[in-house]
């Protein structure tokens, strides 16, 4: 479903972000993307989204190749990506149930549908009780759980969440990996990075990168995780 070859990419004369990525990930995998701050994990979730283009090698998602895209071809592979990417808020002064009805509706859904989508995809993130409420009633960890509800609510096949953990406290941390978690079972592609090694539990698989290569282990904190050697 999306497949790296030899993939590396330079922002500017030297700054290599990545470099040569071989990465196959099939359908329905759960994967973390883990390593250090700079390691390179944004770069790779945003090339997925063909917000970033490779310098070198070939990228393929979903059977659109991401070196060669249109502009024209850009809602096709978008629509079936969910982002959750850092630094995107929520619209503050409209309802909870509103900003999860927003990709719907510009997609041109009816007013009642968008809010029946939405009010499941909130249940889903066990935030059916906040539907009615403004975004800053909501705590952090509330908060990155409607951003969850809004990149799932078009129900997507693919799922790229950019530090969805960060800033928030264990418990909170723990319920926004539950609720991405639970996606994976229905066949859906997830992709979780974190530069947090305590969060690495329960993925099909561990990808570790540093200073933009692939590694074979945690090479950004003392020790190496427990759940990849089980
Ligand atoms: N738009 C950009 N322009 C220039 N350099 C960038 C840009 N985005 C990221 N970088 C650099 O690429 C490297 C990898 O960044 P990034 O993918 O954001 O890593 P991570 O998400 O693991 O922290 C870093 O050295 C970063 O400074
Ligand atoms: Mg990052």
């Given at each position: 479903?999306?497949?790296?070859?030899?993939?590396?990419?330079?922002?500017?004369?030297?700054?290599?972000?990545?470099?040569?990525?071989?990465?196959?990930?099939?359908?329905?995998?759960?994967?973390?993307?883990?390593?250090?701050?700079?390691?390179?994990?944004?770069?790779?979730?945003?090339?997925?989204?063909?917000?970033?283009?490779?310098?070198?090698?070939?990228?393929?998602?979903?059977?659109?190749?991401?070196?060669?895209?249109?502009?024209?071809?850009?809602?096709y592979l978008r629509r079936n990506l969910g982002l959750i990417f850092q630094h995107q808020r929520l619209l503050q002064d409209r309802t909870i149930v509103a900003n999860v009805m927003l990709p719907l509706v510009v997609t041109g859904a009816s007013r009642s549908d968008a809010e029946k989508r939405a009010r499941a995809a909130l249940d889903k993130v066990d935030l059916l009780d906040k539907a009615n409420?403004?975004?800053?009633?909501?705590?952090?960890?509330?908060?990155?759980?409607?951003?969850?509800?809004?990149?799932?609510?078009?129900?997507?096949?693919?799922?790229?969440?950019?530090?969805?953990?960060?800033?928030?406290?264990?418990?909170?941390?723990?319920?926004?990996?539950?609720?991405?978690?639970?996606?994976?079972?229905?066949?859906?592609?997830?992709?979780?990075?974190?530069?947090?090694?305590?969060?690495?539990?329960?993925?099909?698989?561990?990808?570790?990168?540093?200073?933009?290569?692939?590694?074979?282990?945690?090479?950004?904190?003392?020790?190496?995780?427990?759940?990849?050697?089980?």
């Open positions: 479903m999306i497949e790296f070859a030899k993939v590396s990419k330079q922002y500017s004369r030297n700054v290599f972000a990545l470099r040569d990525i071989t990465l196959s990930i099939p359908k329905g995998e759960l994967l973390f993307l883990a390593g250090p701050s700079g390691a390179g994990k944004s770069t790779v979730l945003k090339m997925i989204a063909a917000i970033e283009r490779p310098s070198g090698g070939t990228l393929t998602v979903s059977g659109h190749s991401i070196n060669t895209i249109r502009p024209s071809a850009m809602p409420a403004e975004p800053q009633e909501l705590s952090g960890g509330e908060q990155q759980r409607v951003a969850i509800a809004r990149a799932i609510v078009n129900r997507p096949q693919i799922i790229l969440a950019d530090e969805p953990t960060a800033n928030l406290d264990r418990e909170n941390a723990n319920k926004v990996l539950a609720a991405l978690k639970s996606f994976h079972g229905v066949g859906v592609t997830c992709l979780i990075s974190t530069h947090d090694d305590q969060y690495l539990s329960g993925a099909d698989r561990i990808v570790y990168l540093d200073r933009g290569r692939i590694v074979d282990g945690w090479r950004g904190a003392e020790r190496y995780p427990d759940e990849e050697q089980a």
